[in-house]
């Protein structure tokens, strides 16, 4: 309960500090480039929800840096639309993209399996992925997916990227280096560990989506840190789990967030430092046992003192791998 309370209180001290200063403390980052190294021709990259927003604007400057980019998204039409466009727009220069659209509805834990499966008959290592595909639904209902019955923030910010990101180790592992990045947010400070509501209806008068919202990032961020440490465990040191909050940032997330205020971000803007976490090589002397937490400024930031239990990760991945219908012993006993 007192972490609770700590874990609220420094919750407001983040979203006060987003608001009033997110501008001034990136301000000094507008004069450099999005992306730094110029290693990217030679990285596969996947991009969940690259339709919109964040994950639109990361794709593309991955793409036109000259990474070999999955756009893994549920509207392909849309994705196909978008990659033929980038296309055309370089054409004029000689220059060919290598980008490529499959398709992945994450709230379809089998869309999720699908995905998996055709991934790796593309028989190719996986450098970075971005788990970025997100929703907030405030001031709706509760909603729960229909195929799998989970609470839909849950299961799309939280047990599908979990379960992608598990079944896509093995390609990851196959990279001399590779990297799991979750595009976070700092409502995770508002978030609850209760598993109760991931797939039992609750009251309707007790839910409230943001804090569904913040519930499911919370989990994701402390689950990720636990496949982290599970790995360090395992012998793996390859491994570079970042979760990161983009900023407050003007995109189709909330209709309130459509149009730009002038402290917000633009989705350029929230995209850099989700590019910064996945490409900087910085990024790796600020990993503790393979996991970070970055904020919109480029720089660590603080988490929910709730993410710093281990053995409060620990019972997130468990009930994770539960939800999944995997043995808690995935790890040791999968190929990986
Ligand atoms: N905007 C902010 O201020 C802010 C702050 C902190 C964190 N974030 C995080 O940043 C990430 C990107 O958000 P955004 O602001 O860029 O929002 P956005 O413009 O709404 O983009 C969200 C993307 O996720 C995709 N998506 C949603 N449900 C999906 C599903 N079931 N299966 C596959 N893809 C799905 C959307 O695809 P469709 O077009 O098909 O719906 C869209 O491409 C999210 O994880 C969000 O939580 C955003």
Redesign the pocket.
């Known amino acids: 309960m007192e972490l609770q309370r700590r874990a609220w209180v420094r919750g407001i001290w983040e979203a006060l500090k987003e608001i009033l200063l997110q501008k001034l403390l990136t301000y000094k980052l507008r004069s450099s480039p999005l992306i730094l190294p110029n290693h990217l021709a030679t990285l596969n990259v996947i991009v ?9 604007q990361t794709a593309r400057e991955l793409v036109m840096a000259g990474a070999n980019v999955v756009m893994a ?3 392909v039409n ?1 994705a196909n639309e978008i990659a033929q466009q980038w296309k055309s727009e370089v054409r004029q220069y000689g220059r060919t993209l290598n980008v490529k659209v499959m398709e ?4 379809s834990l089998n869309s999720v399996r699908q995905f998996a499966v055709e991934w790796d008959q593309l028989s190719m290592p996986l450098h970075i992925l971005i788990n ?5 639904r405030m001031g709706e209902r509760q909603r729960f997916s229909e195929d799998d019955g989970i609470e839909e923030h849950f299961q ?2 939280h047990v ?1 990227p979990a379960l992608l990101t598990l079944l896509l180790l093995p390609s990851m592992l196959k990279a001399t280096t590779w990297r799991v990045v979750s ?5 995770h400070h508002w978030g609850q560990v209760d598993s109760k509501g991931w797939n039992s209806r609750i009251e309707e008068h007790k839910f409230s989506g943001t804090k569904a ?1 913040g519930s499911s ?1 919370l989990v994701h961020i402390m689950f990720l840190k636990a496949l982290a440490i599970n790995l360090v465990e395992l012998g793996c040191n390859s491994v570079q789990c970042i979760a990161v ?9 909330v209709p309130g ?1 459509k149009k730009k205020a002038f402290w ?1 971000l633009d ?1 350029s803007e ?1 995209a850099r430092s989700v590019l910064y976490c996945a490409t900087s090589n910085d990024v790796v002397d600020n990993l503790d046992k393979g996991f970070a937490y970055y904020s919109s400024n480029c720089k660590p930031g603080k988490m929910s003192p709730l993410a710093d239990k281990l053995e409060i990760c620990l019972e997130i991945w468990e009930e994770t791998l539960k939800i999944l219908g995997l043995d808690d012993k995935y790890l040791s006993t999968s190929q990986i």
């Open positions: 969940t929800g690259a339709t919109s927003g964040i994950g639109l998204c549920r509207n849309a992945v509805d994450l709230l970025n595909a997100g929703i907030l799309v910010n599908a595009v976070n947010s700092l409502a919202y990032k909050h983009p900023g407050i940032v003007a995109s189709n997330l967030f917000m989705t929230g």
